[in-house]
């Protein structure tokens, strides 16, 4: 598994911890979104798709019990990890996080070391980001994909696909039959942070359809593509 695969979101109301820690994890080759309070967050977290949140205990507006409690109410956000990082040492604020639904409480202040410790504990137990081989592999039609060598295989020959055109193809190879809109396309494969223009997404779809077959990518108009199963 690629720590650049994992993506985390950041809820603090203190822009200075924000900064720090994202500056940091990035470095560590995480895709970092985030969020200065817990309303943001909600939607940011609907958007961003994360593996993990990494979320302050007090807040304004809606505390991070309170968000915590309300990620896992979405069904969409059903394997999402999180952790509260707080400098709240009260037991009584660590049982209601976990009572909430949390998967971890750490305390501030707390080493990078031991941080990015938790973040690879939290990683091994995440079902989209294990390291098993049959992960790593999928096949969908007369394609094969293996993450892990970055390969494409149709029909059993080699196809020359760039690391982007890779990243969009098993996006689609992984939800087969699954519509996904641009801007998730855009967002999962260039980051949320890079701003891509609609000819850049076309000229990538393009490329692929002439290496994996033009039937197979398919176009709803307007909204996104798919992978036809």
């Not at 915590?68 to 999180?82: A, H, P, S, T, W």
């Not at 009572?99 to 137990?125: F, N, V």
């Not at 970055?150 to 098993?170: A, C, D, N, R």
Request: aromatic letters at 6%; charged letters at 30%.
């Amino acid at each position: 598994m690629s720590d650049t695969s994992c993506r985390i979101l950041l809820v603090d109301d203190e822009p200075d911890i924000i900064e720090f820690l994202q500056y940091n994890l990035e470095k560590e080759g995480y895709q970092i979104a985030s969020s200065l309070n817990g309303e943001d967050a909600l939607e940011k977290a609907v958007e961003f798709e994360p593996h993990i949140i990494l979320l302050d205990l007090m807040m304004p507006g809606i505390d991070g019990v309170e968000t915590c409690r309300r990620l896992r109410e979405n069904r969409d956000l059903q394997n999402v990890l999180i952790s509260f990082l707080s400098a709240t040492t009260e037991e009584f604020a660590e049982v209601a996080a976990l009572e909430a639904g949390a998967d971890d409480y750490l305390y501030k202040p707390i080493s990078l070391r031991l941080l990015t410790s938790h973040i690879k504990a939290l990683i091994r137990r995440h079902p989209d980001l294990n390291t098993k081989e049959d992960n790593q592999v999928i096949e969908v039609d007369t394609l094969k994909l293996d993450r892990g060598s970055y390969q494409v295989f149709k029909e059993g020959e080699e196809l020359e696909l760039s690391k982007k055109e890779f990243e969009i193809l098993w996006l689609l190879a992984s939800k087969p039959g699954k519509v996904l809109l641009r801007n998730q396309i855009q967002k999962k494969v260039w980051g949320i942070d890079i701003i891509v223009g609609t000819r850049t997404m076309d000229v990538h779809i393009s490329k692929l359809r002439n290496k994996v077959g033009k039937k197979l990518i398919k176009t709803i108009k307007g909204i996104g593509y798919k992978l036809e199963a």
